[in-house]
């Protein structure tokens, strides 16, 4: 199984709609880790880490669920990160 991680940074109105809780949702049941987080700037930054498969669904199905509020996504694949055990909401 090849272990990806995504960053991806979404903007539009993206913040005050729930956004966190449920990639938080989908990301816990899609089996994978990371965290997701409010930016300064308005937009939100979510890690996804797991198997190349699994983080692509939840990415697409985030995307998906809250397409209505995002105006913009820019992802990027960074280095996996070691011995992360859970999907959370960072502040």
């Known amino acids: 199984m090849v ?3 995504a960053r991806v ?3 539009g109105r993206v913040q005050g709609v729930g956004f966190r809780a449920t ?3 989908i ?3 899609g089996g994978v880790v990371g965290w997701v987080r409010n930016e300064a700037d308005g937009s939100v930054t979510l890690e996804a ?3 190349a498969e699994s983080v692509e669904a939840v990415l697409v199905s985030v995307l998906e669920r809250m397409s209505r509020w995002i105006e913009s996504e820019v992802r990027e694949e960074i280095a996996v990160v070691e011995d992360e055990r859970s999907f959370e909401v960072r502040r």
């Open 3 to 5: 272990m990806v991680r």
């Open 27 to 29: 990301a816990e049941r």
């Open 9 to 11: 940074s979404y903007t």
């Open 49 to 51: 880490q797991g198997a």
């Open 23 to 25: 990639a938080q949702s």
